[in-house]
């Protein structure tokens, strides 16, 4: 993409840098500042643009005797890049090169940490690249495989979670032959249920949520002689993501998660002990979850989503129906 500056603040600091008395790699080092602060929260694509930018010009300051400062601008430029939102490769394409040309420099001059991390976002964008058959999910797996080494759930708690999710979707993703798609599903579980041993409700509500919630859509999809035994262990789980999504402060997310929990509803019998009898308030429940999920779809322009939901609905309805008749009959 071609590099321009919008933001009146930005261009008035590169004038002032140009002109400054400071060292190149005083300018350089300030020039990497200025752009992780557009790219922290960015209100607009263009800050991410305008910080893509930044780095370009702090490359172009960049002699062949500061390898880590080079390295920086690059490893920042790629995570400016893969956050921009674009359609096509072409970004993810960019900033996959700049984080694989960073990294040989990272690795031989930077702490284990900041290799770890640019792993770690490299196996973001080559998870993204998949869809485009420009990457395969194994290469990312192997990103995040090296980046964990390093982030343990010991010492790194909320990175490990985010990397075992991250490892645990890309496993659920790869498509693989039927005799072992029940492994790689066992596999994901672990994963979750691997960073669940780390991260807490108190100390990390965000990522105890996510992974719940992920946890529960990979046990109520999970391939096993014991289906109703995984979906009440997912509907478990998803109450304990519900503890922290909820309507006023994550709204989506607290509308995916009831969705999800819907689904697991609508496939579980009242009661399990005697499943002849039918789940008709289960379906009842999971109406009610649907509608209030669609509506908040809706509310937010989760078009697509909010017709997902709208179609489930239409099953639940028929559902019912028969067990209207039924009743009717006896």
């Not at 006023?248 to 009831?258: G, L, S």
């Not at 697509?304 to 099953?315: G, T």
């Amino acid at each position: 993409m071609t590099p321009t500056i919008s933001d009146t603040n930005v261009k008035a600091a590169l004038a002032a840098i140009e002109s400054d008395i400071a060292t190149v790699s005083e300018k350089i080092e300030m020039l990497i500042e200025m752009a992780a602060g557009l790219q922290n929260k960015p209100k607009t694509p263009q800050q991410l643009e305008d910080a893509v930018s930044l780095y370009c010009r702090g490359l172009e300051l960049c002699p062949p005797d500061y390898p880590l400062l080079r390295a920086r601008c690059l490893s920042g430029m790629g995570t400016a890049l893969r956050t921009i939102p674009y359609e096509g490769p072409d970004v993810l394409l960019e900033a996959k090169t700049a984080y694989e040309t960073a990294l040989p420099i990272l690795e031989e001059y930077a702490s284990p940490e900041e290799v770890a991390e640019t792993q770690m976002n490299l196996g973001v964008v080559l998870q993204g690249l998949v869809g485009f058959h420009q990457a395969t999910m194994p290469e990312a797996v192997q990103a995040y495989q090296k980046a964990v080494r390093v982030f343990t759930g010991e010492s790194y708690p909320q990175e490990y979670a985010i990397l075992q999710n991250n490892i645990a979707i890309a496993y659920l993703s790869m498509p693989l032959s039927p005799e072992k798609d029940k492994m790689r599903q066992g596999m994901a579980v672990q994963s979750f249920e691997a960073a669940l041993q780390w991260v807490t409700l108190i100390d990390h509500p965000t990522e105890y949520a996510m992974l719940q919630n992920n946890l529960a859509n990979a046990l109520q999809y999970l391939s096993s002689t014991h289906p109703i035994e995984n979906n009440l262990k997912a509907l478990a789980a998803y109450d304990e993501a519900l503890k922290v999504r909820n309507a006023q402060d994550m709204p989506i997310e607290y509308a995916n998660t009831i969705a999800n929990k819907a689904n697991v509803l609508f496939n579980l019998p009242d009661d399990v002990e005697h499943p002849e009898f039918g789940n008709a308030n289960n379906l009842r429940q999971s109406q009610a979850y649907y509608q209030e999920a669609k509506k908040i779809f809706s509310d937010y322009g989760q078009i697509e989503r909010a017709n997902i939901v709208a179609e489930m609905l239409k099953d639940i309805e028929k559902e019912l129906s028969v067990f209207t008749h039924n009743s009717s009959l006896n």
